[in-house]
């Protein structure tokens, strides 16, 4: 890593700022000391050009559509790996020995149950709650029984609260659907994998044995990988901010959980899906389209576009492919959703508008076919994105607390409200 200077020049004031370079990707130049030599701030609400933290975790090439976990491919990753093992990757920075593997799985699977009076909580939300809503609830509320590994400045706890939050955050998801379903709450069972796992406890009930299908547990397994981790990404950040502070890992994890249920972001998924509902007909599609590109219409293309990817993001890609496989296991033919979605995605790859503008469809666009075909309501997209991507939001937030240098996030401001003034009476307001 090479540091060089970069030179900041505003009429008579010069500040020399230091420039840095990582393994890859782009040089940033380091503002810290901006203000106390320029007196002026830098100003990026959007994160566009500006670097939140240096991290050795997530790769994300936008412009070559290129994705990596610690230096390997998601493609690799997904086609050739397991998600246990990725979390395993993104927590300790190397893919894990057969032993180490074999340790790490023990243990995550022994830490599935939840304290027995957690299934209280979700008696006190109403029947049609939406199911993130019970997510950030419940989650927020694991601290409250967990004191013993919410001290962040000790080593063992964080790496126990990391191992509760990938272990539990299923038994917490399918107890959420359970109920949203008015069905029994499934126990975790310690003799399936962790895709096997979640299945077993979302779609079992008591009444006759629940059939695994090793195809439909893979390619569960494969979405969890998938949805990993994405650099600093919305929530990632929110739960960066959040830890700065010295909040403990599961109320930080609450707060990635309501951030990644925005539209924007982890809810496109749900909301990709009800678009092409909407949609309906190859027929319609033209309408969609020219309602995306109104600049007067709120509407956009749900599943579309990305502030990182000017390519196709690699992920949907293997959703694309996952897609098939699970239609196919299930002699699901001809999914009109499916038509549609691969119709949208032609016609927008060959429009000018889509093409100038760089917008290919993101994770989301083919994940909502994949996840209704599997069995979940629209309603669970979002939770089953918050499993998988828990241990990216717990391996970023361990890199922070392991910094030397971090220092609690405060962001300053471009005022542009009223002047200093005095305060009037409200006799004498007009
Ligand atoms: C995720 O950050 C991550 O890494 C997120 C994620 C992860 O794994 O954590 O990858 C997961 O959140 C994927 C994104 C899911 N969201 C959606 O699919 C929702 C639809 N997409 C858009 O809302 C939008 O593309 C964003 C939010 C994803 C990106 O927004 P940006 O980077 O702020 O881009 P922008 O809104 O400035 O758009 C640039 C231009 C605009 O036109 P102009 O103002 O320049 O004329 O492209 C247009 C936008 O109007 N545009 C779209 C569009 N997305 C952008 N037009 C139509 N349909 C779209 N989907």
Redesign the pocket.
């Known amino acids: 890593m090479t540091d060089q200077s970069a030179k900041f020049t505003l009429g008579s004031t010069n500040a020399d700022l230091a420039l840095r370079s990582g393994t890859i990707g782009p040089d940033v130049v380091d503002v810290t000391s901006l203000y106390k030599q320029s007196g002026v701030f830098t100003y990026d609400p959007?994160f566009?050009s500006t670097a939140s933290c240096e991290s050795k975790i997530t790769y994300?090439d936008g412009d070559e559509g290129m994705l990596l976990h610690r230096g390997y491919p998601i493609d690799q990753l997904a086609e050739r790996g397991d998600y246990l093992e990725t979390c395993y990757l993104l927590l300790y920075g190397e893919l894990p020995t057969a032993r180490e593997k074999e340790d790490f799985v023990y243990r995550v699977t022994r830490h599935t149950m939840v304290h027995e009076q957690m299934s209280r909580f979700y008696t006190g939300f109403r029947r049609d709650a939406h199911p993130m809503a019970v997510m950030v609830g419940s989650v927020g509320a694991l601290s409250a029984f967990y004191h013993d590994s919410t001290d962040i400045a000790d080593p063992h706890q964080r790496m126990v609260a990391s191992l509760r939050m990938v272990a539990k955050m299923p038994t917490i998801a399918a107890m959420a659907y359970k109920y949203h379903i008015g069905q029994p709450f499934v126990y975790p069972r310690n003799d399936l994998s962790y895709a096997e796992n979640f299945l077993h406890m979302c779609f079992a009930v008591p009444c006759e044995p629940y059939r695994i299908d090793p195809v439909l547990a893979r390619a569960m397994d494969r979405i969890f990988i998938l949805?990993a981790?994405?650099?600093?990404?919305?929530?990632?950040s929110t739960v960066r901010l959040a830890g700065s502070s010295g909040a403990n890992p599961f109320a930080c994890v609450a707060a990635g959980i309501a951030c990644?249920w925005?539209?924007?972001?982890?809810?496109?998924?749900e909301?990709?899906l009800n678009m092409l509902t909407e949609i309906g007909s190859k027929d319609r599609i033209p309408e969609f389209i020219a309602r995306?590109?109104d600049?007067n219409d709120p509407?956009?293309?749900?599943?579309?576009?990305?502030?990182?990817?000017k390519n196709y993001?690699p992920?949907a890609k293997i959703m694309q492919k996952t897609c098939h496989e699970v239609l196919d296991e299930l002699g699901i033919k001809d999914d009109p959703l499916l038509e549609v979605a691969m119709e949208l995605e032609h016609i927008?790859l060959n429009d000018e508008?889509?093409i100038e503008?760089?917008?290919y469809p993101?994770?989301?666009?083919y994940s909502g076919i994949t996840l209704k075909a599997l069995g979940f309501p629209t309603a669970m997209f979002t939770v089953l994105?918050a499993v998988a991507?828990t241990v990216?939001w717990i391996a970023q937030w361990k890199e922070m607390i392991e910094d030397p240098h971090q220092r609690i996030g405060r962001p300053r401001q471009l005022y542009t409200g009223a002047p200093l003034r005095d305060y009037v009476p409200v006799d004498e307001r007009s």
Do not use: C, W
């Not at 981790?229 to 990632?236: G, I, K, V």
């Not at 925005?262 to 998924?269: D, K, L, R, S």
């Open positions: 959007g566009s994300i949805h981790d994405h650099e600093q990404n919305a929530s990632t990644l925005g539209p924007a972001h982890g809810g496109a998924n909301a990709a995306a590109k600049k509407f956009r293309l749900m599943g579309f576009g990305h502030r990182v990817y993001d992920r927008a508008y889509f503008k760089k917008l993101n994770v989301d666009f994105f991507r990216g």
